[in-house]
Structures are given as structure tokens and as C-alpha cells.
């Protein structure tokens, strides 16, 4: 049997668990493993300019691949800059390893020099997490962590290895576990039958049903047996923020996002519904609008992989924890085998209503914003003529504010895994960096960051990274000249006193900023060059291009629901402001 | 639960991140050296209860939660008490500690230490009955529990 010292066997383990890439930073309690890294190629190290870009760019990588994302960091402020990454991957339920380097053993709780206590920092935010004691442990841990991480519902687990477990003079046995088991863990393998039974009842007998699926259709690879499913029925389905794409938005079935900037025709669908199929969604805040009042006819059944998800926030008629993915198989099979049909006139007339939801005050087939009368762009449209010169197949990745919401409504993902946000912890900077490591990923696909001027400024140091390893993302930045999320709210509900949201001609010269790292950078101020300029960022394979397009600042997200506090009716999923001018 | 470090934090923590309240809580090595068994004391209603309950078990070093109060069950905590105690007082509280079938564990000149075990109620109950004004010091060790009869909690 090979021996290898600790740092090796983290090294070796990491290539043995099928690893291809590690976003990191170097630092003292790491270098031990970083010397390990530099002796062997199987496995690629990219150095990002700050941890917090570690975690994301592992994070889109995960999103758009799959695969785990694995992080690599120095003890203290490398960990703690790598915990809003962390906290961001564990809100979505992104599978993530984070390998954080600790001081010395024996320093361990006397403050020693860049010591933090990273499991404690971390315990709130990670699925599970770990501290090494001794060098022998390193290859059982690793396993571990990448079972815990991508099995189940997903997350990140933390490995925290003080320096000297990594000992480059100690040397020990190598062999990497082919399996693990703990006995504490044994995430659901498929849904009870008696509950897709009464399932599959509630499922055919519903009049105004309604599919609602979220972020773990697409973390469980169910969108084929979603669509199956869908199709079989002929029921209206929409996606949460995070489930976008799990069902083709181009589809006639789909009702667009629902939620706080849901389309009207899915929010009222949702209202009236007799039955909601909820599938690996949670009936988030930000989806139900005020609890009380939401969906008071309906029924729910709800298929999701973590039990405390269910019956959360809304109570759940019949739950069904499993894996959505076969879940969703188990009630093919068993409509299937019934025989039985939905209510095709009562199905029908369903549609009648929801057309005519759509009809009125539908996103797709109406402007939910005034046409540009001048020259000032709209951002809407901006994304529309994303959608239009990527042909709707990019990877679009986005920072957190209204550009997210308008790429969310506007660019029409038919695919999962092709929209990357962070739609649980909303964190500002996420867009570049994960971009990177979607681009990590697949270097050939075309991959946007959909971002603001106020957003990309939180990680823009990762140009630099682009320029290292050449990763040629193509930036889109709507540019405001504000913090646009907030100014609405203070718009809505601060009659307009704009607190800390402008920057007073301080922004940089974005062109000549991408000109010092090496980029390309376009100002687009004019819908005349908006679409030309698009085409010449995207034909430029292999630039990282930034597109600075200004847009109208007065703009707004619509639908936007109205809260429980608001003027009534309000609180209800139905209550929505649809313009500025015009609300339910 | 594992009787691993970091455990217990995970458990308390999970309480305080979540808003839940921790009324008492005990932690030991069971017979079998690698789980720690731990009961806690929470309130809430069924639904609290639930998403208490499901938080717990998604925690990976926890390998088993039983809500003890879905049954019957035996509860019990200890106390130690130290109460001022001279002249005619220390017979008057040597009676009390008799009636609550409490043990007294040490002795001084001016000073009882008494043990009493039982529910939280009775512990409750012996220090109303000794009164405020005598007592020095206490320490209560928090609820331990056992569902009754054939039932066990095992892996």
C-alpha cells in the first residue's frame, strides 16, 4: 500500500472522488496541501482574487454541472471570507465541499494567528461539517463529505484540517473507501405508496389543478419526468425562482415563474386552484406572499426530499418525502396503471380562465412595461435580445436585484441548469464568479452574467481570474446609476427618499476598467446599437466582453405582489401591483 | 446521538438558529460508548413539535429522536439544595426533605445540602415548600426520561 502524508491523501482523495477542479486561495495553514496540489496534475487549482469568489465559482459549477464544487481555503480570513459563499450554496441546496485549513493542533483555542473556529462560524450554514484529527482520517472524511453533500437534499459540508494533520514527514497507508455508510444518514430512497396512491386520487379528480415545482426538480434531475408527467396530465405548471427551466418556458403549459414577480396568470392560477402539486419547492416566503391567505381552496400535495420542508409554512394535505425525481416516476406509473383521465371539461374550461389570465395581463403575449418611447433602453428588452442572439441556450448566471428578476421573467430558460442565481440568500456578487464556474465547466457554451452596476462592483476583482484561465464570460451589465431593487421599494413604500442607493458620479469607467485587465468593454447607450453590439460581445468567443448598457433608471420589476400590509386586497398570491399605474 | 465533539453544539444550536426554546437539557454516554443519549425539554405546539422533531433527525450526528411525551413515560431530575439551617429549622426541614423522599447529603453548622429527585413538578413543589427565605443555593440537573413499559429507544 502507498504512503502519503496528510496533505497527499487530501489531494489524492479529492482525484479518487472523480474531482477535476478546486477553486482556492493559498494561506500558511493550507500550504502544506497546496504542496501537494503543485506535485500532481489530475486535479486543476484555480486561484481566485478573494475566498468569497471561491465559493461561488464552485457553486455555479455545481449548478450547471452536477457535480459537487470543491473549495479550498486558508485558515481565519480565508474561512470567514468563504462563509457567504458557503451560507449562499446552503439556502439553494447546492452540493459543495469547502476544505478549509486550520492552525496547528496544539494552537487550537489560544487565538493563535489567523486561527477561527471554522466548524463553529459555519455549523448554522453547512449541511454537515467535519475536523480532522488525525492524518489517517483524511481519506474516510472526504468520502463522507461528498456523500453528504450531493445525496439527499444537497449542501455544503465543511472538512476543517488543522496544519499538522497535513505533515509532509508523516506518512501513512493510503486507500480511498469505495463506500460509505452512516447511521445517522439515510436520506428517503422513493415515496410511500399509500401516499402516491391518494396522490394519484386527488390528482384526477381536481378540477383547477396546478403544478408548482421549485429548485430541487432541478438539483434532482427531475425535469424529464416533470415534463412526462405534465404532458400526460394537461396541467398548468409553473416554476419557482430557482426551478426556472425545470419545465421548457416556451412550452404552452407553462405558466411563468410565480411569487413575489410572478406573472399574473400564474399568481391568480395559483389562488384559484382546486389542487397544487408542489414538487421539490417550499412554499418560501417569497413564492406564498402572506401564508393565511394563500390559496384558500386548494389542496396540496407535496413531494420533497427533506421532511422539515414539508408543512413548513403551508400545511401539506399529503406529503410524500422522496426523491423527486422517482417520486414523480411512482405517479406516472401509477396513473398509468389506473387508467383513469383527468376531467377533460372540467380541464378544459381551466384553460379557458388561465387564457384569458394570460390574455389580460400576461407577461409573454402583453408588455408588462411601457414601450420605449425615446432612446432610454429598457432593461426587459435587454434581455429579450439576450435570449434572442444566445437562441435562448445560454447559461445565464445573475447578481441579486431587479436585473435578476427581469433575466428571471424575460429570458425564457427551456432547459435546467441554465439559469444560476441566488434565489435564497439573494447575494449581491454571486454573477461573475459563478459564471466563471459554469464557463469551468462548459468551456464551449455561451455563458452570461446578467448583473448591475451596484451588484458586479461586490466581486469584480474576479476579471482578473477571467483573464488567468481564460475563462471568456460575457457580461451584461444593466446599468441604472442605481441600486434599482431598493429604489423601487423606496419608490413603493418611501414616497421616493432615495437613502444611500446613488453613487454621485462615482461610478468607474467600465470600458476602461476591462480595458486594464485585458477584457473588451462596449457602452451601449441607444437601442439602435443594442442588438448589433450584442451579436459583436457573443461573436467574440474567446474575450470576456462587458456590455455597459445603460438603462431607463425610472424603470420597475412587474408583477410585483402586494404584502399583507398593503393596501387591500393584499397578502393573497392574486394581489399584485401590475404597473406602476395598475394593480389587481 | 454520536457521541462525537461538536454534537451537542450542533443540537443547541439548531434550537437558538431555529427560534426554539430550551427548557432543560441532559447529555451522557450511554452503554454503548459512541451515542450520547440527550433529553431536552421544549414547548410548542404540534406543529413547533413537528419541525423541532425533523430539524433534529436532519442533523447527521443525530441517529434517533422519540418525542417521550407521545406516551406514557417516566421523567426525573435531581436537585441539590443547600438551605440555611439552624435552631428549630433544622428539624422543620428535616421533616420536609422526608416528606419529598429527599435525602439530605451534607451538614453544617448553619447549613443543610439536600438531594431530592423526582419530576419537575415535585422538585418545583420542595422548593415553595422549604420557602425562599432559607435557601442558599440550587442547582437542578435538567429532565431525564424513559418511555414506560416493553418500549425501547434503540438503533
Same mark, same amino acid.
Given at each position: 500500500?502507498?504512503?502519503?502524508?496528510?496533505?497527499?491523501?487530501?489531494?489524492?482523495?479529492?482525484?479518487?472522488?472523480?474531482?477535476?477542479?478546486?477553486?482556492?486561495?493559498?494561506?500558511?495553514?493550507?500550504?502544506?496541501?497546496?504542496?501537494?496540489?503543485?506535485?500532481?496534475?489530475?486535479?486543476?487549482?484555480?486561484?481566485?482574487?478573494?475566498?468569497?469568489?471561491?465559493?461561488?465559482?464552485?457553486?455555479?459549477?455545481?449548478?450547471?454541472?452536477?457535480?459537487?464544487?470543491?473549495?479550498?481555503?486558508?485558515?481565519?480570513?480565508?474561512?470567514?471570507?468563504?462563509?457567504?459563499?458557503?451560507?449562499?450554496?446552503?439556502?439553494?441546496?447546492?452540493?459543495?465541499?469547502?476544505?478549509?485549513?486550520?492552525?496547528?493542533?496544539?494552537?487550537?483555542?489560544?487565538?493563535?494567528?489567523?486561527?477561527?473556529?471554522?466548524?463553529?462560524?459555519?455549523?448554522?450554514?453547512?449541511?454537515?461539517?467535519?475536523?480532522?484529527?488525525?492524518?489517517?482520517?483524511?481519506?474516510?472524511?472526504?468520502?463522507?463529505?461528498?456523500?453528504?453533500?450531493?445525496?439527499?437534499?444537497?449542501?455544503?459540508?465543511?472538512?476543517?484540517?488543522?496544519?499538522?494533520?497535513?505533515?509532509?514527514?508523516?506518512?501513512?497507508?493510503?486507500?480511498?473507501?469505495?463506500?460509505?455508510?452512516?447511521?445517522?444518514?439515510?436520506?428517503?430512497?422513493?415515496?410511500?405508496?399509500?401516499?402516491?396512491?391518494?396522490?394519484?386520487?386527488?390528482?384526477?379528480?381536481?378540477?383547477?389543478?396546478?403544478?408548482?415545482?421549485?429548485?430541487?426538480?432541478?438539483?434532482?434531475?427531475?425535469?424529464?419526468?416533470?415534463?412526462?408527467?405534465?404532458?400526460?396530465?394537461?396541467?398548468?405548471?409553473?416554476?419557482?425562482?430557482?426551478?426556472?427551466?425545470?419545465?421548457?418556458?416556451?412550452?404552452?403549459?407553462?405558466?411563468?415563474?410565480?411569487?413575489?414577480?410572478?406573472?399574473?396568470?400564474?399568481?391568480?392560477?395559483?389562488?384559484?386552484?382546486?389542487?397544487?402539486?408542489?414538487?421539490?419547492?417550499?412554499?418560501?416566503?417569497?413564492?406564498?406572499?402572506?401564508?393565511?391567505?394563500?390559496?384558500?381552496?386548494?389542496?396540496?400535495?407535496?413531494?420533497?426530499?427533506?421532511?422539515?420542508?414539508?408543512?413548513?409554512?403551508?400545511?401539506?394535505?399529503?406529503?410524500?418525502?422522496?426523491?423527486?425525481?422517482?417520486?414523480?416516476?411512482?405517479?406516472?406509473?401509477?396513473?398509468?396503471?389506473?387508467?383513469?383521465?383527468?376531467?377533460?371539461?372540467?380541464?378544459?374550461?381551466?384553460?379557458?380562465?388561465?387564457?384569458?389570465?394570460?390574455?389580460?395581463? #400576461?407577461? +409573454?403575449? &402583453?408588455?408588462? !412595461? %411601457?414601450? @420605449?418611447?425615446? $432612446?432610454?433602453? *429598457?432593461?426587459?428588452?435587454?434581455?429579450?435580445?439576450?435570449?434572442?442572439?444566445?437562441?435562448?441556450?445560454?447559461?445565464?448566471?445573475?447578481?441579486?436585484?431587479?436585473?435578476?428578476?427581469?433575466?428571471?421573467?424575460?429570458?425564457?430558460?427551456?432547459?435546467?441548469?441554465?439559469?444560476?442565481?441566488?434565489?435564497?440568500?439573494?447575494?449581491?456578487?454571486?454573477?461573475?464568479?459563478?459564471?466563471?464556474?459554469?464557463?469551468?465547466?462548459?468551456?464551449?457554451?455561451?455563458?452570461?452574467?446578467?448583473?448591475?452596476?451596484?451588484?458586479?462592483?461586490?466581486?469584480?476583482?474576479?476579471?482578473?481570474?477571467?483573464?488567468?484561465?481564460?475563462?471568456?464570460?460575457?457580461?451584461?451589465?444593466?446599468?441604472?446609476?442605481?441600486?434599482?431593487?431598493?429604489?423601487?421599494?423606496?419608490?413603493?413604500?418611501?414616497? #421616493?427618499? +432615495?437613502? &444611500?442607493?446613488? !453613487? %454621485?458620479? @462615482?461610478?468607474? $469607467?467600465?470600458? *476602461?476598467?476591462?480595458?486594464?485587465?485585458?477584457?473588451?468593454?462596449?457602452?451601449?447607450?441607444?437601442?439602435?446599437?443594442?442588438?448589433?453590439?450584442?451579436?459583436?460581445?457573443?461573436?467574440?468567443?474567446?474575450?470576456?466582453?462587458?456590455?455597459?448598457?445603460?438603462?431607463?433608471?425610472?424603470?420597475?420589476?412587474?408583477?410585483?405582489?402586494?404584502?399583507?400590509?398593503?393596501?387591500?386586497?393584499?397578502?393573497?398570491?392574486?394581489?399584485?401591483?401590475?404597473?406602476?399605474?395598475?394593480?389587481? | 446521538?454520536?457521541?462525537?465533539?461538536?454534537?451537542?453544539?450542533?443540537?443547541?444550536?439548531?434550537?437558538?438558529?431555529?427560534?426554539?426554546?430550551?427548557?432543560?437539557?441532559?447529555?451522557?454516554?450511554?452503554?454503548?460508548?459512541?451515542?450520547?443519549?440527550?433529553?431536552?425539554?421544549?414547548?410548542?405546539?404540534?406543529?413547533?413539535?413537528?419541525?423541532?422533531?425533523?430539524?433534529?433527525?436532519?442533523?447527521?450526528?443525530?441517529?434517533?429522536?422519540?418525542?417521550?411525551?407521545?406516551?406514557?413515560?417516566?421523567?426525573?431530575?435531581?436537585?441539590?439544595?443547600?438551605?440555611?439551617?439552624?435552631?428549630?429549622?433544622?428539624?422543620?426541614?428535616?421533616?420536609?426533605?422526608?416528606?419529598?423522599?429527599?435525602?439530605?447529603?451534607?451538614?453544617?453548622?448553619?447549613?443543610?445540602?439536600?438531594?431530592?429527585?423526582?419530576?419537575?413538578?415535585?422538585?418545583?413543589?420542595?422548593?415553595?415548600?422549604?420557602?425562599?427565605?432559607?435557601?442558599?443555593?440550587?442547582?437542578?440537573?435538567?429532565?431525564?426520561?424513559?418511555?414506560?413499559?416493553?418500549?425501547?429507544?434503540?438503533?
Amino acid at each position: 500500500m502507498e504512503l502519503l502524508s496528510g496533505g497527499e491523501m487530501l489531494i489524492r482523495a479529492l482525484r479518487d472522488e472523480g474531482v477535476k477542479h478546486v477553486f482556492g486561495y493559498p494561506g500558511g495553514a493550507a500550504l502544506h496541501i497546496y504542496d501537494a496540489l503543485f506535485q500532481q496534475s489530475d486535479v486543476q487549482h484555480i486561484l481566485v482574487r478573494h475566498e468569497q469568489a471561491a465559493t461561488h465559482a464552485a457553486d455555479g459549477y455545481a449548478r450547471a454541472s452536477g457535480e459537487t464544487g470543491v473549495v479550498l481555503v486558508t485558515s481565519g480570513p480565508g474561512a470567514t471570507n468563504a462563509i457567504t459563499g458557503i451560507a449562499t450554496a446552503y439556502m439553494d441546496s447546492i452540493p459543495m465541499v469547502v476544505i478549509s485549513g486550520q492552525v496547528m493542533s496544539h494552537l487550537i483555542g489560544e487565538d493563535a494567528f489567523q486561527e477561527t473556529d471554522m466548524v463553529g462560524i459555519s455549523r448554522p450554514i453547512v449541511k454537515h461539517s467535519f475536523m480532522v484529527n488525525r492524518a489517517e482520517d483524511i481519506p474516510a472524511t472526504i468520502k463522507k463529505a461528498f456523500y453528504i453533500a450531493s445525496t439527499g437534499r444537497p449542501g455544503p459540508v465543511v472538512v476543517d484540517v488543522p496544519k499538522d494533520v497535513t505533515n509532509p514527514h508523516d506518512k501513512y497507508e493510503y486507500s480511498y473507501p469505495d463506500n460509505v455508510k452512516i447511521r445517522s444518514y439515510q436520506p428517503a430512497q422513493k415515496g410511500h405508496s399509500g401516499q402516491i396512491k391518494r396522490a394519484v386520487q386527488m390528482l384526477l379528480e381536481a378540477k383547477c389543478p396546478v403544478i408548482y415545482t421549485g429548485g430541487g426538480v432541478i438539483q434532482g434531475n427531475a425535469s424529464e419526468s416533470l415534463i412526462e408527467l405534465a404532458r400526460m396530465l394537461g396541467y398548468p405548471v409553473t416554476n419557482t425562482l430557482m426551478g426556472l427551466g425545470g419545465y421548457p418556458a416556451s412550452d404552452k403549459q407553462f405558466l411563468g415563474m410565480l411569487g413575489m414577480h410572478g406573472t399574473f396568470e400564474a399568481n391568480t392560477a395559483m389562488h384559484h386552484s382546486d389542487l397544487i402539486l408542489a414538487a421539490g419547492a417550499r412554499f418560501d416566503d417569497r413564492v406564498t406572499n402572506a401564508t393565511k391567505q394563500f390559496c384558500p381552496g386548494a389542496k396540496i400535495i407535496h413531494i420533497d426530499i427533506d421532511p422539515a420542508s414539508i408543512s413548513k409554512t403551508v400545511n401539506a394535505d399529503v406529503p410524500i418525502v422522496g426523491p423527486v425525481e422517482t417520486v414523480l416516476q411512482e405517479l406516472i406509473a401509477a396513473i398509468t396503471e389506473s387508467g383513469a383521465q383527468p376531467d377533460q371539461a372540467a380541464l378544459q374550461d381551466w384553460w379557458r380562465q388561465i387564457d384569458e389570465w394570460r390574455e389580460r395581463h #400576461g407577461l +409573454y403575449t &402583453q408588455s408588462r !412595461y %411601457e414601450e @420605449s418611447g425615446g $432612446d432610454l433602453i *429598457k432593461p426587459q428588452d435587454v434581455i429579450k435580445i439576450l435570449h434572442k442572439v444566445t437562441g435562448g441556450d445560454a447559461y445565464v448566471t445573475s447578481d441579486v436585484g431587479q436585473h435578476q428578476m427581469f433575466a428571471a421573467q424575460y429570458y425564457g430558460f427551456d432547459k435546467p441548469r441554465r439559469w444560476i442565481n441566488s434565489g435564497g440568500l439573494g447575494t449581491m456578487g454571486f454573477g461573475l464568479p459563478s459564471a466563471m464556474g459554469v464557463k469551468k465547466a462548459f468551456p464551449d457554451a455561451d455563458v452570461a452574467c446578467v448583473t448591475g452596476e451596484g451588484s458586479f462592483q461586490m466581486c469584480l476583482q474576479e476579471l482578473s481570474t477571467c483573464t488567468q484561465y481564460q475563462l471568456p464570460v460575457k457580461i451584461i451589465n444593466l446599468n441604472n446609476q442605481a441600486l434599482g431593487m431598493v429604489k423601487q421599494w423606496q419608490d413603493m413604500q418611501y414616497e #421616493g427618499r +432615495y437613502s &444611500q442607493i446613488l !453613487y %454621485e458620479d @462615482s461610478l468607474p $469607467d467600465f470600458v *476602461k476598467l476591462m480595458e486594464a485587465y485585458g477584457h473588451v468593454g462596449m457602452k451601449v447607450t441607444s437601442y439602435d446599437e443594442l442588438e448589433s453590439k450584442m451579436q459583436e460581445c457573443f461573436a467574440l468567443k474567446d474575450r470576456v466582453v462587458f456590455m455597459d448598457i445603460y438603462v431607463d433608471p425610472s424603470e420597475h420589476v412587474y408583477p410585483m405582489q402586494i404584502p399583507g400590509h398593503g393596501p387591500a386586497p393584499s397578502g393573497a398570491m392574486k394581489d399584485m401591483y401590475l404597473s406602476k399605474l395598475e394593480r389587481t | 446521538m454520536e457521541n462525537e465533539p461538536g454534537a451537542l453544539s450542533r443540537v443547541v444550536g439548531l434550537f437558538s438558529q431555529r427560534g426554539y426554546n430550551i427548557e432543560s437539557l441532559t447529555v451522557a454516554p450511554t452503554e454503548d460508548q459512541t451515542l450520547s443519549r440527550l433529553t431536552l425539554t421544549t414547548i410548542g405546539d404540534d406543529r413547533i413539535i413537528e419541525q423541532i422533531t425533523k430539524h433534529l433527525n436532519k442533523l447527521v450526528d443525530v441517529v434517533k429522536v422519540v418525542d417521550l411525551t407521545e406516551g406514557a413515560h417516566i421523567e426525573r431530575e435531581l436537585m441539590l439544595i443547600k438551605v440555611k439551617a439552624s435552631g428549630a429549622q433544622r428539624a422543620e426541614i428535616k421533616r420536609c426533605t422526608d416528606i419529598f423522599r429527599g435525602q439530605i447529603v451534607d451538614v453544617g453548622i448553619q447549613v443543610y445540602t439536600i438531594q431530592v429527585a423526582g419530576t419537575s413538578d415535585k422538585l418545583d413543589a420542595f422548593i415553595e415548600a422549604v420557602g425562599d427565605a432559607v435557601i442558599l443555593e440550587v442547582v437542578r440537573t435538567g429532565v431525564s426520561g424513559l418511555s414506560r413499559g416493553e418500549k425501547i429507544l434503540s438503533l
